[in-house]
């Protein structure tokens, strides 16, 4: 008997993505963070501007590669009905991203300053404004599950991918010469959808799902800039011209 389940769970589960396979198809590209600007540029800048120094990173905030961690096992050898099911949670890595994420960040603030701001970058650094940033937190994890049943030779299968959950940190202080005039922490959060499609094959749900915690990180890193931007629109618009 017990030989018998052995062979029909090996059977079951032989169709299915190992947490290796996994773990190397949401590695196996890499993505741009790349997104459409939409906010509303002021009707008048002010003559100001400001330099954008250095980004603090740890890099340690993220690891180099994918990980993949079991997080639930249901197993159900009956016999005649096996039923299976596996929760795995995917952690993403850097190897995700073709963008180095200091620099992601630096460049939207610059792009989004530039568009919506009430100053403009000062790229020769001369301005006696400058401002420092840091990437404080920055992670995108979420489910990926395996199920499946068979009854004597009917065998059905099911991978889902999702949601995931991207959260992202940044802070940043603004100086005026060597005098902090402005400091704030700003956090966005972005949750992606389920990707339960029908696939050909599981490697490409597999790198969609991987594609989706990129876009939304692209997403924080928006709404950060955002953020940074309309505090520094308040700063500035409180001085005189």
Request: charged content about 20%.
């Amino acid at each position: 008997m017990f030989p018998c389940l052995i062979l029909s769970l090996s059977t079951l589960l032989a169709g299915c993505s190992s947490m290796e396979m996994i773990k190397s198809n949401m590695d196996s590209r890499s993505y741009s963070m790349s997104y459409v600007m939409d906010s509303i540029a002021p009707i008048t800048k002010k003559i100001s501007s400001v330099a954008i120094g250095s980004v603090s990173f740890d890099p340690t905030k993220m690891g180099d590669k994918t990980q993949i961690m079991k997080e639930k096992r249901f197993l159900f050898p009956l016999g005649i009905i096996n039923v299976w099911e596996y929760h795995d949670q995917c952690i993403q890595g850097r190897s995700m991203f073709k963008d180095d994420l200091p620099s992601f960040l630096r460049t939207s603030l610059a792009r989004e300053i530039n568009h919506s701001g009430l100053v403009t970058v000062d790229t020769n650094k001369q301005s006696e404004y400058s401002i420092a940033l840091s990437i404080d937190k920055i992670d995108s994890e979420g489910l990926y599950k395996r199920s499946g049943i068979s009854l004597f030779v009917f065998t059905s299968r099911s991978e889902i991918a999702g949601p995931a959950v991207s959260t992202l940190t940044v802070s940043y202080t603004l100086k005026k010469g060597d005098q902090v005039v402005r400091r704030n922490t700003f956090s966005s959060s972005k949750t992606t959808e389920w990707i339960n499609r029908k696939y050909i094959d599981n490697a490409t749900m597999q790198r969609d799902y991987a594609a989706s915690m990129v876009k939304a990180t692209a997403y924080n890193f928006k709404n950060a800039s955002g953020l940074i931007v309309a505090d520094l629109n308040d700063y500035f618009g409180k001085q005189p011209r």
